[in-house]
């Protein structure tokens, strides 16, 4: 059968290998370390640095169609894939979304909204924010992941202390949007321009990492509606071929806002493994393998629980003796604090999900209450 290669061995990677199995095709994982979650599920592995020309070629000589999982791949690199097989989604796609700069610009250009922001190459550029907006939030331009590299300025005095602090220029600034809820939508799209969305996610963070997600998101049919079709919008203008995830802010006036795009399956939708017949790994490989892309039906509500670090783990004996708990581990090795181990998907019929978040409904996953 047809080879799927996927740069990345996280659980990402791990998660698309199985998925890419169970349609009968094989992988080819390529890993900047042998502990890879995906190493336990591919049909083979190569160990190497990613922009490594001799790892890439003999990486992409045994691929078919070429996808990732992790996006700080060079793009000079994709460019060198490309000669040997179809890299999707394509390298304009990660260009824009490596980089915070880059991707806001875009954003702006095809006319979707963001949050006000201002770039900030440098730290001469940091002084001129005091008549931009506070609360504001600082950010790494690229490399950022679970809220790693920001930096929350709430006041003058603050940027001024940081004027005399080492910060890893370039930034972006971004003014903190006092958001009712985060919401994500995953759009799928082939080659064909099929096109499939699932439907919106209501997203909590703790500590800039994600928490738990609720499938469907309380929300109303049209804002879901507004919410999916900004993602298919986006997917279409973009011209994708795989799968995209769309993180999105829902402001107090029920405006919606694009907060980051990840041209790959993405935590916020994990829960699409039990509550729906085609899960978005499925779906990623579908759409990267010119497969028909299905409707995104939902048979079960979702409660989405991220397993993080030591605490994480601690719940698993419980969960696996829970009804309707869906446990999904990664196999990583240490289990350390804020890493995220695994998921667990709690199914409810539909409209029985909990109600608003509360210190009780997340026990006893979650020890505080959530705040965003
Ligand atoms: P990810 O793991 O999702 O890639 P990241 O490190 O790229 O995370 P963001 O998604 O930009 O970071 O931010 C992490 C979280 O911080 C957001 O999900 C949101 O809760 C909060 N946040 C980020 N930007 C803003 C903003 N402009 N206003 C309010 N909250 C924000
Ligand atoms: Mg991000
Ligand atoms: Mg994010």
Known sequence: ?????????GQLGRMSAMAAARLGFRTHILSDTPQAPAAQTANELTVGAYDDPTVLEEFARTCDVITFEFENISLQG???????CPVRPSR???ETSQDRVTEKTRLGKLGFPV???????????????VEFSFPLILKTTRFGYDGKGQFRVNATEELAALENTDLPYPLVAEKKIDFARELSVMVARNEKGEMRSFTPTEN???DGILRVCLAPAPISPQLARKAQEMAEKLARDLGLIGLLGVEMFEDARGNLLINEIAPRPHNSGHWTMDGCPVDQFEMHIRA???LPLPETRRHSDVFMHNLIGPEGMACVPELLEENAACVHLYGKQEAR????????NRLYPFGALPGPLTLSSLSPLEAEPIQN
């Open 115 to 129: 949050a006000p922001w201002r770039s900030v190459p440098d730290r001469a550029t940091l002084a001129s924010l």
């Open 204 to 206: 909590h963070h703790r």
């Open 288 to 290: 990267v393998a010119g």
């Open 78 to 84: 994709l460019k060198q894939l490309e000669a040997f």
């Open 337 to 344: 604090p804020g890493r995220k181990m695994g998921h667990v």
């Open 1 to 9: 059968g047809a080879t799927i290669g996927i740069i990345g061995g």
């Open 92 to 94: 304009h796609i990660l």
